[in-house]
């Protein structure tokens, strides 16, 4: 579906309303039990990273001032609207080897070397992939992990 369609055909805008922190879930529960008796509700997104707000897409604000109106945590709505662009970003899934290089050391958190400090030697973005040299081994030991195996320890 493209930024601009919606499923009724116009154009749908993105609402932030502010929530208790914590409750997201609970008001997100209860706008959905309100938007399937409404119309002009297309979707109720929580982003992962922030706590205290909940993202309403709809046909218009006035949809939203609608199914929010006496709903327990919500604190408000975010004024203006946000754009397709930075919804998007907000819940893009970033591989934890985007921020890897190779040098770098890392921890191993899955696994049989659980626990252990590694360097990276090579990563493979496409396969999920990093290759590391195990530090605390008595020869040098190199082993291909999955991404979510390791984390970054510390930069050299």
Same mark, same amino acid.
């Given at each position: 579906?493209? &930024?601009?369609? @919606?499923?009724?055909?116009? &154009?749908?805008?993105?609402?932030? $309303?502010? @929530? ?24 109720? $997104? ?15 604000? %006035? ?9 327990? %945590?919500?604190? !408000?709505? *975010? @004024? !203006?609207? *946000? ?7 907000? *819940? ?10 190779? !040098? ?6 899955a696994g049989p070397f659980k626990g252990l400090k590694a360097t990276v030697r090579t990563i493979n973005l496409s396969k999920n992939e990093v290759e590391v040299e ?23």
């Amino acid at each position: 579906m493209d &930024s601009s369609e @919606t499923r009724g055909g116009g &154009s749908s805008q993105f609402a932030v $309303l502010r @929530t208790v922190s914590g409750k997201e879930f609970n008001v997100a529960l209860v706008l959905e039990l309100r938007a399937s008796r409404e119309t002009g509700i297309y979707g109720i $997104l929580i982003p992962p990273d922030v706590r205290g707000y909940v993202i309403v897409e709809s046909d218009g604000l %006035h949809s939203v001032q609608r199914v929010a109106k006496g709903v327990k %945590h919500v604190r !408000g709505r *975010v @004024t !203006g609207s *946000v754009t397709y662009e930075e919804v998007e970003r907000l *819940v893009r899934v970033r591989s934890p080897l985007e921020e890897l290089k190779p !040098g770098d050391v890392v921890e191993v958190i899955a696994g049989p070397f659980k626990g252990l400090k590694a360097t990276v030697r090579t990563i493979n973005l496409s396969k999920n992939e990093v290759e590391v040299e195990i530090l605390e081994a008595a020869y040098p030991l190199k082993v291909f992990l999955p991404g979510d195996n390791v984390k970054p320890a510390s930069r050299r």
